[in-house]
């Protein structure tokens, strides 16, 4: 029986690779390669099976796109990441803005730091 931890790393990865591939446009081998080259991350089953996401097929999706285009994989690679970090820095902005927010609300005197 899966573990509550287990069975919250798989949430919404609901797609094995096979699905995946279809969903993405390309042959399971590919994303087995992509993996290897650290540009998907897939969740993974207490047995170990790869488990895809929309977010991960969508993910799949962009880099068709842009090897598509002409990016090498290293620049694909280069691509994701700066896209990732800019998420991550997008995240961390409205937080801090719900947080300063939340203190403005409650009265608190904002100080700076």
Known sequence: MASERDAATIRGAVYVISAAAELAGVHPQT???YERRGLIRPRRT?????????R????????QRLTAEGVSLAGVQR?????????????????LHRQSSS?????ARLTPG
């Open 79 to 95: 691509i994701l990441d700066l896209e990732d970090r800019l998420e991550r820095a997008r995240l961390e902005i409205a937080r």
């Open 56 to 63: 991960d097929i969508e993910r799949l999706r962009r880099i």
């Open 46 to 54: 207490p047995g170990g099976d790869r488990r895809f996401s929309d």
């Open 103 to 107: 203190r403005a609300q409650s009265g």
């Open 31 to 33: 994303l087995r390669f």
